[in-house]
């Protein structure tokens, strides 16, 4: 059960690799309640099934939350320039302890 849980959320990590980590971890809480939720809808059956998917949503809160306070995170901003009619998507950063 435990296996499960930890190697489920590092699989999602590898996953989420692929992309922009501190895109990611901007909006934690997003990723963090979708993930929870599809490993406890993947897991849903029996009881050791529904511990090994709140084990994994919560490794993969953890994981994101370390990532965050360590590496920082960027979050997306529109910003509307002057004589522009549409505004523009701007990545805002900001830095963690080892930034």
Same mark, same amino acid.
């Given at each position: 059960m435990i296996e499960a849980g930890l190697i489920s959320a590092v699989a /999602? !990590?590898?996953?989420l690799s692929r992309f922009n980590l501190r895109r990611i971890c901007g909006y934690r809480t997003f990723v963090d309640v979708g993930a929870t939720t599809v490993f406890v809808l993947m897991f849903l059956g029996t009881y050791a099934g529904m511990m090994t998917g709140i084990l994994a949503g919560a490794c993969?809160?953890?994981? /994101?939350?370390v990532? +965050?306070?360590?590496?920082g995170?960027?979050?997306a901003h529109l910003v509307r320039e002057r004589g522009c009619l549409l505004p523009t998507l701007?990545?805002? !950063? +900001?830095?963690?302890k080892l930034g």
């Open positions: /999602l !990590f590898l996953v993969v809160s953890l994981m /994101l939350n990532m +965050t306070k360590l590496y995170y960027e979050r701007v990545w805002q !950063f +900001t830095p963690g």
